[in-house]
């Protein structure tokens, strides 16, 4: 039998209606505002590589929660987001004018040359409700999946344009993505157990993977993805003898394929593993994904491993990553030394040296040059009410 997300939340809502009739503290709201914007200054590209010297994205991020007497917490999320990327590449999704075919079922990059031209857009990010206890934590709602919320990898100074998940490409030729959002945000019901000597596990469903968002277009992409399941664990632990700090993630994801085509699996199957360990002076980590792709013989395959330290009040790290994508016939990489630092109170700039390539069966692609990433964040609204 098909489980909905909208029967798992009436499930819920009918076991915590006898909770929520309990005394409880005020309700708080808090909502977040961010801008980024990302620079790509003195940058030199290879023919046919189109560079971006201006791209931003904007957040408005709200949060409430409410404990009840019994210790129940209930929460939810509405996140929305506005962004300019590379008007060639909305949603990760990319075309580079090589071997024609469909898009992997998890990478969602082509070979065959792309007539998109995107500009600003707007999207709904998250809106769930979430309800946490002393037997875990359950979301209901559109929401990542569980393989991308438990992601650990490496350290980085930059935030949106990093080489390896990045939400802003100046350069529109990033395809290293190790953070397993197989789903994207779509609506999806989610579990997390409580953390035990560190470690938490975690599991989400989704029936329908048709999210638009703006980094994981799963609507656009070539397969349709359904009856999606994540399974996550991750560890989060301090050795009390040595000091040191320890993040991992591990993570599977399965989701059924509908693409007319006989290369085509009947199922999506993804791995992923990411680690990171803090130190009292440095912090070194690395992250690794492969996938089917969802077509026999068309594996995805990324990696990044990167360290970082600070020297007055200053992050400074360095990256280096891989990516293949055996179905579109593309082999990508890229290194990055990058500085950040707080400038005032809510305002943090960060700049580094980039030089990335990638390599398909239409031609070279290439891009090196300074890239400069300014964050303004802040406090939007605060509430504390009954």
Do not use: C
């Not at 987001?81 to 999704?93: K, S, Y």
Request: charged residues 25%; proline residues 3%.
């Amino acid at each position: 039998m098909r489980i909905t997300v909208l029967g798992g939340a009436m499930l819920a809502g009918a076991a915590l209606s006898p909770l929520a009739m309990a005394q409880s503290a005020p309700i708080e709201f808090e909502s977040d505002l961010e801008a980024v914007t990302v620079i790509a200054a003195f940058h030199d590209t290879r023919a046919g590589t189109d560079s971006e010297d201006v791209l931003y994205e904007v957040t408005l991020d709200n949060r409430f929660e409410k404990v009840l007497q019994n210790g129940l917490q209930i929460g939810g999320r509405l996140t929305l987001r506005g962004q300019r990327d590379h008007p060639a590449r909305p949603g990760f999704l990319g075309r580079f004018g090589g071997a024609p075919g469909p898009s992997g079922a998890y990478s969602g990059l082509s070979g065959e040359g792309s007539t998109r031209d995107t500009g600003a857009r707007g999207q709904l990010e998250a809106a769930y409700l979430e309800f946490d206890g002393g037997y875990g934590e359950l979301r209901i709602g559109r929401d990542r999946g569980a393989a991308a919320r438990f992601f650990e990898g490496a350290p980085s100074a930059l935030t949106h344009a990093s080489i390896s998940n990045a939400y802003l490409d100046p350069d529109g030729i990033k395809i290293i993505r190790t953070n397993h959002d197989l789903t994207g945000p779509s609506a999806k019901i989610s579990y997390a157990t409580p953390r035990i000597l560190g470690l938490r596990a975690g599991a989400s469903f989704t029936p329908d993977a048709e999210a638009a968002g703006l980094d994981r277009n799963v609507r656009d992409m070539s397969a349709d993805l359904s009856d999606a399941v994540e399974l996550a664990l991750n560890l989060s632990r301090r050795l009390r003898d040595s000091g040191v700090r320890i993040d991992a993630g591990l993570a599977w994801s399965s989701a059924g394929i509908d693409f007319a085509g006989s290369s085509a699996r009947d199922r999506v199957g993804t791995w992923s593993a990411g680690a990171n360990l803090e130190f009292d002076s440095f912090e070194v980590g690395g992250s690794w994904i492969k996938s089917d792709n969802g077509f026999a013989g068309a594996d995805y395959t990324a990696w990044e491993i990167g360290v970082a330290t600070e020297l007055a009040d200053t992050e400074i790290s360095l990256n280096y990553g891989e990516a293949e994508d055996d179905l579109a016939g593309l082999l990508g990489d890229g290194i990055s030394l990058a500085a950040r630092r707080d400038i005032a109170n809510g305002l943090e700039l960060a700049v580094a040296y980039q030089d990335e390539a990638l390599s398909s069966a239409g031609g070279d692609f290439g891009g090196r040059g300074v890239v400069v990433e300014i964050t303004l964040k802040g406090d939007f609204l605060r509430i504390n009410s009954n």
